[in-house]
């Protein structure tokens, strides 16, 4: 008889602990769209930040309450009141209640050495702290969730200490209490063991009421994602964490992998997010990564660039066969992409499966040959910085290359571009981008000169060239650039860096992508943008031999 999966709600802490990351900060209009982003995704709980702390916490939690999130509940993040003061007496606790937030999560000691070597507090008035707060917040209408800090390692030295804290909140009226990993520092069998214990407290305390059990851990011995996993499979039911993992020291759980892996690794057993939400996890993922201006980590479980990219020849002719020998699930699963990537360490299967994935794949004369010498080529541009995973277009243009069937439309005889700036007066600037370009074009040799403005060197060159061969080839009327992507190769060998470009564009069509490399990104750009015209060009030019047939 199959069981009814349990439900796990996901708890995110991006905009608190997240906020923690060393180099992370999030404008005020940030926190704001993280928050509709999450609740767009899902995510039942989202912590919006400390208004105790600060007016940009204060002011997120003022604007969100004008535009309630459809479906996830927002929290505000506070502590217990202060030693010796009265609830009502205490100006943070004020801010807490008062910020509008459905929820409150209260964090207060759940070590006895915390407690009292730490806060400096007695261990009677750390829990009238706990009890008093989560009491007063209660009174005032607040759903309060508990947030146990530093619970493992003082259910670790003075377990009866620890737990007594959980019955307290419980008592007074706490709907969730979250055990923390605060430092990271517990193993999984450590928390598995606390979380039965606390499972079996908390519910003798509230024997008329489910009080639900929470985690938070910390990434410090690499384990956050594990003892999440844990956790819930100790009976813990709402899991905390940061998108991408993001936090302070080594992060937090990254809330995403933790999803994916209750989704699909428990055979069922679990319910998270809802259906099909986790097809969108990887385009979140990077959305965060943008946004708090973190690098993204290629090798991330499930999301990361590398993910599903395949290289050795041999593992590469594997997925062509199956996917399932080298991929735990499918990529589309979670939203990322698998990529086969060519290099002097692979073999021809790979180059099979660009083939295939470019739609090549029937083409006839492609024997095993002039396989052989894509490979050759591919290799060789690959040592120089060039990459074809993300390029389709320069990719075709290199396979007719190769096979001897490509003919160039125009050749360069020498471009160049300038900005102009100008001092109007002293409070107005002008800047011009002005690009000049020379060309041989067509089979009668015609010599072409044509000089373009734009905004910046590129958008002036990709006018001049346009200017150029638009008299000849109209068809590039249709073709406009889409996306321009400029990567730093070798960024430590500093001014003489490598630079590539990739460029898509877009006709009535189609999009493709091409790619360009050279020390000097404005000519990177050129070999990119030239290619992305010839593409069009030997498009339109097969298009009308076909028709003549
Ligand atoms: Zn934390």
Redesign the pocket.
């Known amino acids: 008889m199959a069981t009814t999966p349990v439900r796990i709600k996901l708890y995110d802490t991006t905009l608190r ?1 997240g906020a923690q990351a060393e180099g992370v900060s999030f404008s005020l209009n940030d926190k704001l769209s993280v928050a509709y982003r999450l609740d767009d995704f899902g995510i039942d709980f989202i912590e919006g930040g400390y208004p105790a702390s600060n007016e940009k916490d204060e002011a997120f939690f003022e604007r969100v309450a004008e535009k309630s999130p459809k479906s996830a509940i927002v929290c505000a993040f506070g502590m217990t009141r202060r030693k010796g003061v009265k609830p009502t007496d205490d100006a943070g606790l004020a801010k807490l209640v008062g910020c509008g937030a459905p929820i409150v999560t209260i964090v207060g000691k759940s070590s006895a050495f915390q407690a009292t070597d730490v806060l400096c507090v007695s261990l009677e008035e750390n829990l009238a702290m706990i009890d008093e707060t989560i009491q007063y917040a209660v009174s005032l209408g607040k759903r309060v969730f508990y947030d146990a800090e530093h619970f493992f390692d003082g259910w670790k030295s003075d377990p009866e200490y620890a737990l007594e804290t959980l019955r307290v909140a419980v008592r007074a009226g706490a709907e969730v209490v979250v055990l ?1 990993d ?1 430092n990271g520092g517990s193993m999984p069998d450590e928390v598995s063991n606390g979380v039965t214990a606390a499972l079996q407290a908390v519910r003798a305390a509230s024997p008329d009421r489910t009080v639900e059990i929470g985690i ?1 851990t ?1 990434n410090d011995c690499g384990l956050a994602v594990a003892n999440s996993l844990v956790a819930v499979d100790s009976g813990a039911t709402l899991v905390q964490g940061t998108i991408n993992g993001i ?1 302070e020291r080594c992060g ?1 759980a990254d809330l995403l992998v933790v999803a994916a892996n209750l989704a699909f690794k428990k055979n069922g057993r679990y319910e998270v997010l809802s259906t099909g939400a986790l097809e969108r996890a990887t385009a979140l993922s990077r959305f965060m990564y943008e946004l708090a201006n973190v690098n993204p980590t290629p090798g991330q479980p499930y999301f990361g660039a590398s993910a599903f990219a395949h290289k050795g020849g041999m593992h590469v002719s594997g997925i062509n066969r199956n996917s399932n020998s080298y991929e735990h699930v499918p990529p589309e699963s979670v939203g990322n992409e698998r990529r086969v990537l060519v290099s002097e360490l692979s073999g021809k299967a790979n180059i099979v499966a660009f083939l295939k994935k470019y739609n090549l794949q029937d083409d006839k004369t492609l024997n095993q040959e002039t396989i052989a010498k894509i490979l050759d080529k591919v290799t060789c541009e690959e040592s120089q910085g060039y990459q074809y995973e993300a390029a389709d277009g320069s990719f075709k243009l290199l396979v007719s290359k190769v096979k001897g069937e490509f003919t160039p439309s125009f050749s360069r005889l020498n471009f160049q571009t300038s900005v102009v700036v100008t001092d109007v007066n002293e409070t107005l600037t002008t800047k011009a981008t002005v690009a000049t370009v020379k060309l041989r074009v067509g089979s009668q040799g015609e010599i072409l000169h044509e000089v373009a403005e734009g905004d910046g060197p590129v958008d002036a060159l990709n006018n001049a060239l346009r200017k150029a061969l638009e008299t000849i080839y109209p068809e590039l009327r249709d073709v406009k650039l889409v996306d321009y992507k400029v990567r730093v190769l070798n960024s430590d060998a500093g001014t003489a860096a490598t630079t590539r470009v990739i460029i898509e564009s877009k006709d009535g069509e189609e999009r493709w992508s091409t790619v360009g490399v050279s020390e000097n990104v404005v000519e990177a750009s050129w070999i990119a943008l030239c290619d992305s015209i010839e593409y069009k060009l030997a498009k339109s030019y097969n298009a009308k031999e076909k028709n003549a047939h």
């Open positions: 602990d923390c605060t938070h910390h936090g937090n």
